[in-house]
């Protein structure tokens, strides 16, 4: 679980027909690159993880060969729920062996299938719980406010929105830093739209529309907050002409 709160900020919201997954991009130093944090694990179910990257290849690689024995054997799309829950047989067994140790990884599980879309998060003691919105990772606090603010109107919100939020809430576990689309990475998958991956362009472009949007909203509220304060100021200004001075 500690290892889980280390890693780098994860998100997942879903609407009616969308799931969308984000993560920080954390590089140990300047020199190197990030390591991956979502991967696709079939058309329509891909994952963000947050603690450790090795551990996070491993399930994820386990979730792909699970989708692909069930096309063989079904000819059909796996259920994410079924998925979920064999990933949380997996991760529990391993609390209860003493040559095993837990896997130090938190996985959000993003997906659609037949009953709609679905957003689970699974711990590394077996534990996994739906949501409609979530973080994980370090500084995902912050993003979880953001997320409990604006949830309600999530189940309705189109693909455009909830990239937006996704994107919003992104930014606020950083902490001050220029959210670009170098620190980010945004996967979605919905109806008609296979799991993918954001390309930078893609995402850049977004950040640069909802930051002017932003900016713009904040104009106007800024310019009603000051003209109260400068008809106080006219109100004042006779009253002062016609004062007493104050006698000695």
Not at 153 to 180: C, P, V, W, Y
Not at 216 to 226: K, L
Not at 227 to 239: F, H, I, R
């Amino acid at each position: 679980m500690e290892a889980v709160k280390q890693g780098s900020a994860a998100i997942g919201l879903r609407s009616k027909s969308h799931v969308v997954l984000a993560c920080v991009n954390k590089a140990n130093s300047e020199l190197s690159s990030h390591q991956k944090k979502i991967f696709k694990v079939d058309d329509h179910i891909g994952v963000a993880i947050a603690g450790l990257t090795a551990d996070g290849r491993v399930l994820s690689r386990y979730m792909r060969n699970e989708c692909i024995n069930y096309f063989y054997t079904y000819e059909s799309q796996l259920p994410v729920g079924r998925l979920v829950v064999q990933l949380a047989d997996k991760a529990q067994v391993c609390t209860q062996r003493s040559w095993k140790r837990p896997f130090g990884v938190g996985l959000l599980v993003g997906g659609l299938d037949e009953f709609g879309a679905h957003l689970y998060y699974n711990c590394p003691s077996g534990n996994y719980f739906e949501y409609q919105a979530f973080a994980i990772g370090s500084r995902s606090q912050a993003a979880k406010t953001y997320l409990e603010r604006k949830f309600e109107s999530f189940m309705g919100s189109s693909r455009e929105n909830l990239i937006k939020d996704a994107l919003f809430a992104l930014r606020e576990t950083l902490q001050g830093e220029k959210l670009t689309s170098s620190v980010c990475t945004i996967a979605v998958v919905g109806i008609g739209e296979a799991f993918h991956i954001l390309d930078q362009e893609t995402v850049q472009a977004l950040i640069n529309e909802f930051e002017i949007a932003g900016e713009e909203a904040a104009a106007p509220d800024q310019a009603a907050v000051d003209e109260p304060l400068a008809a106080a100021d006219d109100q004042a200004a006779p009253g002062d002409e016609g004062a007493a001075p104050m006698d000695m």
